[in-house]
């Protein structure tokens, strides 16, 4: 170590704190996907908030930027480091608290959001996010992300099951912002600053985390859907009929056949559904539910917005059922040459933009493949456009379609990134994209609540 | 007019747009309950965004203040300019778009929460924040307040309902966060700051709403509970076994006395209740929904957390129930000198709020008597205390009382404020009891988004 700031930092975290062997740092450099590869000397492994509160007051007195990192799980590179000292919260893994009759727990920034729901789940609550990372990813990360995932349709993002947050401030304050309340109007609600600032605002260092009730009963249904606006009458249709639609994925045609090609041991259970839905419901009873569903179902097919429908008989065939759609972006990661896309629209524009957006990527880039799917019932379609097969992947233009399907989503009303971020990946886009008031007012918030820019300085802004 | 800068609003609203007439501007500067009293020479009512916007440039390159103002509901002076220039909204009723597919609907500011409500209601929808003053108040205030109101256990406070806002920033600029989106990860999520702000930020002239689907059964129950922990034991019950409670209202027995003894053709349906539960339930559909809410309310009678249940047989009788919770307010603001106070304590706590709280009462002021009901689902209580019958109301000791109140709700993790806010009342205890790193950061906000400090200045911070 040559730098008087990496000595300061390792004498106060002691040895388990910290690390500089480049062995024990490099899987934190690296984006899983490795799309991303960063750098740093140094990565601080700090234990308790009073230890990244002292990390960060000697930053900040050195003027060293940081970068934080949860469960590196991050699809637009915020998490990665370049330079920066890397602020790990792997080690503030506790579970403060659980509270059953508040419907609230208190976990630290580094547990692993699967630890947070089996918490629960001992309480016999439910803390309903729920995503592919969700053995690895953390809560600090997931916060930091306003992450979504597949229940945002019943218990909104991240956003809505924060109560409360603990966080270091970029001079190194404590802010004890800890909280079960669920109502409090004395000024302005700061945790929602932090909730989705990617790490550019201070470390979130613990969060108070909304709990439900279980519910008792859970179904799973595929449909058969012709087309997306069969499948946006049908979302609308479960959705007040039933009142327990939990989840409203779709699939289309190549993205399942591509799961049956290059997932091992999956299958195709719709070989013939133009798009594939798939329908989740959670109640408090199982008392009529089924049948409401199955006579809901039933309208749906007279009505044509479904040709055919299977309802999983028990909870293997529930799994096997999510097991195809979470498989969706492992069937086409393999398929090459590839531009893939986190966009939202209005969830009535859904069909609106998968029609468009094939025309559009038809005129650009002839015989490129689609994959349209993701979650319809918040209008976020995880859409992706593979170069034509047997064509020169080299000669691929990804980033001309990405435009083309921004400029599309931003006509629609959309978002160019529904649940990722922009990091640094779509620094760009957002520049070209966001209302210029707008980001004149976040770096005003940045500006003055991180004036020394020391905070993921890379992310969000450059 | 002696004035440049009302000479020049004046010529850019028109005659319809303003007022400088006292008689015309009176109602607007007294709060309903006659506690605070303002003073203008200028009222702007604007009629549009546009107008909005050019009155606050106009204010901003004359350093003049501003106090924005809705409906004129809020209960901490927000709304009461002091010299400033009073910016009405009501005139900006008109609403912009009601999208039963996208469950959002946008209305401008000035519009009355009943009239959403309604508008929600002919398109088949629901918009579910439901209070007291619904029919004058307006969606800017009510959004500037994050109001709370009755339904906050099932579909939460202004803040979760509110998709997108619009609003005219200090400088005048107008920024154009109106959107339908369910998920958009851009950077911050500016209209959280917005949402709660006191007018502080800027003047939010138009929302994007989110609607649900209508709920097709609706049951109201009244409950005799014995005692605080009694309640806490049965809300906990009926949450996880009906799935369908949308409001959970306590009363104790002075406040259903007081309505009984001061509201005309008001009656107490359980004289013999020591504390009165309200139970409202929503579900989608009828089936079963009667027979599930009787066999947990006859649980609970078995276990001793109620002693009698009255379920509503009709709409009629579920609205008398409604009626006598309703009118607690108005039941003991007839009886002389006291305190409210609008507290909140994690739902765990407030039967140890209730027990400890007239404990204190009693030792600083004897025979006092107590009032406390309001949303024990969510924590938070309006709690009043009375003088002594017989006593000299000058000699109340009101403000030590809610030092008394405001202490141990702070000691039990609660807030001074639950819904009514901070406004031109509470800075004193905001300033008492706020975690420093917080007020701190809020006062970083607001320095950097309204530099000039013209936004209402007077609220909030001081």
């Given at each position: 170590m040559s730098n008087a700031l990496y000595e300061r930092l390792a004498a106060r975290l002691g040895p388990k704190g910290y690390s500089t062997d480049p062995d024990v740092i490099a899987p934190h450099l690296i984006e899983w996907r490795k799309r991303y590869l960063g750098e740093t000397p140094f990565m601080a492994l700090p234990a308790s908030t009073a230890e990244v509160s002292d990390v960060v007051k000697l930053c900040a007195e050195a003027g060293a930027a940081i970068t934080p990192q949860g469960g590196n799980t991050g699809l637009v590179g915020a998490q990665i480091p370049k330079g920066e000292v890397l602020v790990s919260l792997t080690r503030m893994n506790a579970i403060r608290s659980v509270d059953p009759i508040d419907d609230a727990l208190t976990a630290e920034a580094g547990v692993i959001l699967h630890n947070v729901q089996q918490a629960a789940k001992d309480a016999d609550r439910l803390f309903p996010l729920s995503l592919a990372s969700e053995g690895i990813a953390t809560i600090g990360g997931l916060i930091s992300t306003n992450a979504g995932g597949v229940h945002v349709l019943r218990y909104g993002m991240m956003r809505e099951l924060v109560l409360g947050i603990e966080a270091v401030l970029p001079d190194g304050r404590v802010w004890s912002g800890l909280s079960s309340l669920r109502k409090d109007n004395t000024g302005y609600d700061l945790k929602q600053l932090f909730i989705g600032a990617e790490g550019t605002l201070g470390i979130v260092t613990a969060a108070t985390l909304k709990l439900y009730a279980r519910p008792r009963a859970h179904e799973v249904a595929l449909a058969n859907v012709p087309s997306p606006e069969h499948g946006l009458a049908l979302l609308h249709r479960v959705k007040a009929a039933t009142g327990a639609l939990s989840a409203f994925e779709i699939m289309d045609r190549l993205s399942v056949a591509l799961v049956a090609k290059n997932v091992p041991s999956a299958r195709d259970?719709?070989?013939?559904?133009p798009y594939m839905a798939l329908l989740e419901f959670e109640a408090a009873?199982?008392?009529?539910l089924r049948e409401r569903i199955e006579a809901t179902l039933s309208d749906a097919i007279e009505a044509g917005e479904a040709s055919d429908v299977l309802m999983a008989e028990n909870e293997a065939q529930a799994r096997a059922f999510w097991g195809v759609r979470e498989a969706v972006a492992a069937g086409h990661r393999a398929e090459g040459a590839q531009v893939n896309h986190d966009i939202s629209v209005p969830v009535s524009m859904t069909p609106t933009f998968i029609a468009r957006a094939a025309a559009a990527v038809e005129k650009a880039a002839p015989g490129s493949r689609i994959v349209a799917f993701g979650h319809m019932g918040d209008g976020n379609l995880h859409y992706t456009v593979l170069h034509r097969e047997g064509s020169d992947p080299a000669l691929f233009p990804g980033p001309a379609l990405t435009a083309i399907i921004n400029e599309l989503t931003v006509s629609l009303g959309?978002?160019?990134?529904?649940?990722?971020?922009?990091?640094?990946?779509r620094i760009g886009d957002f520049n070209r994209f966001k209302d210029p008031s707008a980001i004149a007012m976040m770096r005003a918030v940045k500006g003055a609540l991180d004036p020394k820019r020391i905070m993921n300085p890379r992310a969000l802004f450059a």
């Amino acid at each position: 170590m040559s730098n008087a700031l990496y000595e300061r930092l390792a004498a106060r975290l002691g040895p388990k704190g910290y690390s500089t062997d480049p062995d024990v740092i490099a899987p934190h450099l690296i984006e899983w996907r490795k799309r991303y590869l960063g750098e740093t000397p140094f990565m601080a492994l700090p234990a308790s908030t009073a230890e990244v509160s002292d990390v960060v007051k000697l930053c900040a007195e050195a003027g060293a930027a940081i970068t934080p990192q949860g469960g590196n799980t991050g699809l637009v590179g915020a998490q990665i480091p370049k330079g920066e000292v890397l602020v790990s919260l792997t080690r503030m893994n506790a579970i403060r608290s659980v509270d059953p009759i508040d419907d609230a727990l208190t976990a630290e920034a580094g547990v692993i959001l699967h630890n947070v729901q089996q918490a629960a789940k001992d309480a016999d609550r439910l803390f309903p996010l729920s995503l592919a990372s969700e053995g690895i990813a953390t809560i600090g990360g997931l916060i930091s992300t306003n992450a979504g995932g597949v229940h945002v349709l019943r218990y909104g993002m991240m956003r809505e099951l924060v109560l409360g947050i603990e966080a270091v401030l970029p001079d190194g304050r404590v802010w004890s912002g800890l909280s079960s309340l669920r109502k409090d109007n004395t000024g302005y609600d700061l945790k929602q600053l932090f909730i989705g600032a990617e790490g550019t605002l201070g470390i979130v260092t613990a969060a108070t985390l909304k709990l439900y009730a279980r519910p008792r009963a859970h179904e799973v249904a595929l449909a058969n859907v012709p087309s997306p606006e069969h499948g946006l009458a049908l979302l609308h249709r479960v959705k007040a009929a039933t009142g327990a639609l939990s989840a409203f994925e779709i699939m289309d045609r190549l993205s399942v056949a591509l799961v049956a090609k290059n997932v091992p041991s999956a299958r195709d259970p719709m070989p013939e559904a133009p798009y594939m839905a798939l329908l989740e419901f959670e109640a408090a009873t199982a008392e009529g539910l089924r049948e409401r569903i199955e006579a809901t179902l039933s309208d749906a097919i007279e009505a044509g917005e479904a040709s055919d429908v299977l309802m999983a008989e028990n909870e293997a065939q529930a799994r096997a059922f999510w097991g195809v759609r979470e498989a969706v972006a492992a069937g086409h990661r393999a398929e090459g040459a590839q531009v893939n896309h986190d966009i939202s629209v209005p969830v009535s524009m859904t069909p609106t933009f998968i029609a468009r957006a094939a025309a559009a990527v038809e005129k650009a880039a002839p015989g490129s493949r689609i994959v349209a799917f993701g979650h319809m019932g918040d209008g976020n379609l995880h859409y992706t456009v593979l170069h034509r097969e047997g064509s020169d992947p080299a000669l691929f233009p990804g980033p001309a379609l990405t435009a083309i399907i921004n400029e599309l989503t931003v006509s629609l009303g959309g978002s160019i990134s529904a649940e990722h971020g922009i990091g640094v990946a779509r620094i760009g886009d957002f520049n070209r994209f966001k209302d210029p008031s707008a980001i004149a007012m976040m770096r005003a918030v940045k500006g003055a609540l991180d004036p020394k820019r020391i905070m993921n300085p890379r992310a969000l802004f450059a």
